[in-house]
């Protein structure tokens, strides 16, 4: 499975973008999907993730109530939807997937087995 993320771009603080991920030689079925960030000069940082079976979800504490994540099974994709930003959510934005990942480990990046290759998001006036 080949992970394909997209959306990034420049934005000016209090903007919004909506992050795609989307898989190619595969599907997200029987996949927890999980977003990551790396910022400038900073380690690699757990966004927000959904599990399979069902869609239970967790999201980092300090990005509740601006970042969600969705599935669209249908197109194949999952979705990163990302409002009111600011310039420390500046970073390169990465999609990954695994198989068997309990809601404990959503966080944990040696969980996925699959990443893509990250599309850059800049926040800035």
């Known amino acids: 499975v080949q992970l394909q993320a997209s959306g990034g771009g420049s934005v000016q603080p209090g903007g919004s973008l909506r992050l795609s991920c989307v898989a190619s030689?595969?599907?997200?079925?029987?996949?927890?999907v999980g977003w990551f960030r790396q910022g400038p000069g900073k380690e690699r940082e757990f966004v927000v993730g959904?599990?399979?079976?069902?869609?239970?979800?967790s999201l980092a504490d300090s990005l509740k109530g601006r970042f969600a994540i969705s599935r669209d099974m249908a197109k194949n994709t999952v979705y990163l939807q990302m409002n009111s930003l600011k310039p420390d959510d500046t970073a390169v934005y990465y999609c990954?997937?695994?198989?068997?990942?309990?809601?404990?480990?959503?966080?944990?990046?040696?969980?996925?087995?699959?990443w893509g290759q990250g599309t850059q998001v800049t926040v800035s006036s």
């Open positions: 990954a997937i695994g198989s068997r990942i309990i809601y404990s480990r959503l966080a944990v990046p040696s969980a996925y087995d699959y």
């Open positions: 030689g595969g599907t997200f079925s029987g996949y927890s």
């Open positions: 959904i599990r399979w079976p069902g869609s239970q979800s």
